[in-house]
């Protein structure tokens, strides 16, 4: 008997040490950002709704192990029904599009915050556009089959990088959306060791203040100091940084339609690690509907990656809990 529980408390570990270390990020955003849809408004829009630019960059992270097809498939692409952001009439029309090839990631104008100069670099593999559709409220569109070698080679990213790049067209809606990086095109089946990344997020918040959103930037070993850029939190309470360094820094935060910016420093530790950088809402007064932009550059001015599925796992500080005695 208590050998069968030694044994399966073993199993259990070994699945836990396995899970620790194969990153599964092909939902997007993934459980551990706890991000309930990407958003992305129609190009007649008001930025103060929460969107600076109307258009999101993401780039999805293939294994080189992986041979076998590779699909996208988008959740609720059209802009219309259940979860849109209406204004008025929904009239808003996002193209959706796919990019491979050389210079998909590696392009300067790739990486940067606003969609600008050659930002849809590489070769474009797919394009679909979307208005208010019913076929899609709810539901799926495949992107693919694409072969992972259409993607560009990356040794910094860590396989083949394939891009997807939502734009609003036209309009003056919120389309609200999610990905899926996929190894079948009419289900989710996640693609072991693929991940994804995007330099500038645009996202919506949870309407419930008890849920904490969060995004994992990348410290690498050249960074000395980071720059948070956040854009129309609606002073929706707080957003913090947690470290292996870092128990809760706050970062300082945007009120409506106005971007803020603060800057930190990062300590020998914290290199090649993760931060997690949470947004935690106003529990006396949240907002609702609340749409949040952030990117965060380096020392530099570059901007830096934030991965879905946070590299080397989810940050725990490693310092001294200071004990702070409680107000009566
Ligand atoms: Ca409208
Ligand atoms: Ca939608
Ligand atoms: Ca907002």
Redesign the pocket.
């Known amino acids: 008997m208590m050998i069968k529980i030694l044994y399966a408390i073993l199993i259990f570990a070994t699945v836990l040490f396995q899970s620790l270390q194969i990153a599964t990020a092909q939902p997007i955003p993934t459980a551990e950002e706890n991000i309930p849809y990407l958003v992305t408004f129609g190009a007649q829009s008001e930025i103060k709704w929460g969107d600076d630019d109307f258009c999101q960059v993401f780039f999805l992270i293939i294994p080189t192990s992986q041979v076998n097809p590779v699909y996208i498939r988008v959740y609720?692409?059209?802009?219309?029904?259940e979860?849109?952001e209406a204004k008025g009439a929904f009239d808003t029309k996002?193209a959706f599009s796919v990019y491979g090839g050389k210079g998909c990631i590696s392009d300067p104008d790739a990486q940067g915050s606003d969609p600008k100069g050659n930002f849809k670099s590489g070769n474009l593999l797919a394009t679909k556009t979307?208005a208010e559709n019913p076929k899609y409220?709810k539901n799926w569109y495949t992107f693919g089959p694409f072969n992972p070698t259409e993607g560009e080679l990356s040794n910094d990213y860590g396989g083949y990088v394939l891009k997807i790049i939502a734009q609003g067209i036209s309009g003056d809606d919120g389309?609200?959306?999610r990905y899926f990086l996929s190894a079948k095109s009419d289900e989710n089946k996640a693609i072991e060791g693929s991940n994804s990344c995007t330099f500038e997020y645009t996202f919506r918040m949870h309407d419930n203040a008890s849920n904490v959103s969060h995004v994992y930037p990348y410290i690498n070993k050249a960074v000395t100091t980071i720059k948070i850029f956040n854009f129309d939190w609606d002073s929706d309470g707080v957003i913090r940084i947690i470290s292996v360094a870092k128990n809760g820094v706050a970062a300082k935060v945007s009120a409506e339609g106005n971007w803020e910016t603060s800057t930190h420093l990062i300590s020998a530790e914290e290199k090649n690690t993760s931060l997690d950088i949470q947004f935690v809402k106003n529990r006396n007064l949240p907002i609702k509907n609340n749409n949040v932009v952030i990117y965060v550059t380096n020392q530099y001015g570059d901007q830096m990656p934030f991965f879905t599925a946070p590299i080397g796992g989810i940050p725990k500080f490693k310092g001294k809990i200071i004990a702070t005695p409680i107000k009566k």
């Open positions: 609720d692409p059209d802009c219309g029904g979860f849109d996002t979307f409220d389309n609200l959306y």
